[in-house]
Structures are given as structure tokens and as C-alpha cells.
């Protein structure tokens, strides 16, 4: 293998931020009413920002077999290590009864 180069790491979907934030809401089960869309222009910003971002990953799944995992799958391991760094956590002791409960009923 020819592992030169630059190699870029991320899922495979395009969406929007919006829509992206309405994932995580759900995933976290967050409220997504507070969730507003936005148009780039509104925000302003100095720099000129595209309108649709993303990374080309086929080099290193190409080069290494290796598939990015769905936004889902990704969110669902991040929900995974907060919960368990949260259970894990010195402070936890008395709430523990409150955090098992809510992580099985994700």
C-alpha cells in the first residue's frame, strides 16, 4: 500500500447543518423546537463559506478498507462514551439508580 498523501476521515452523507442538528436533538433526546434554520448570508460571517462542505473519503477507504461510519452510527458511539463516562464519573455515587435507568431506556 502507498500510504502517501493526505487521507481525510468522515461519513459518507451530506447534509445540512440544520438537518445535522436535528440528529443530534433526536439522537440526545434534546428539544429540536429550539432548533431554527438559518441561511449562510444571515450569520454574517467575514470569510465566504460554501454552501454544501463535506470530505472526499475514498482514498483511505480505497487504500485501507476502512468505511466511515453513518451520522447515526456515530452519534449512537458518542451517546455511548457520554453515558459511560458519565456513570464511570467520582460524582456519580448517589445518582446511579437515576443514570442506569436512563440509559436503558435510550
Avoid at 456515530?74 to 456513570?87: D, E, Q, R
Wanted: with cysteine; aromatic share 8%.
Amino acid at each position: 500500500i502507498d500510504a502517501t498523501g493526505l487521507y481525510h476521515s468522515g461519513g459518507m452523507e451530506y447534509i445540512s447543518r440544520y438537518d445535522f442538528a436535528l440528529m443530534i436533538a433526536k439522537k440526545f433526546k434534546l428539544d429540536s423546537s429550539l432548533v431554527s434554520p438559518i441561511t449562510t448570508k444571515a450569520l454574517n460571517q467575514r470569510a465566504l463559506r460554501p454552501l454544501k462542505g463535506g470530505l472526499r473519503t475514498e482514498k483511505i477507504t480505497d487504500d485501507f478498507g476502512i468505511i466511515p461510519p453513518s451520522i447515526d452510527e456515530a452519534l449512537s458511539a458518542i451517546l455511548g462514551c457520554t453515558w459511560k463516562l458519565l456513570l464511570s464519573h467520582p460524582l456519580h455515587g448517589e445518582n446511579e439508580n437515576i443514570a442506569q435507568k436512563s440509559w436503558r431506556e435510550i
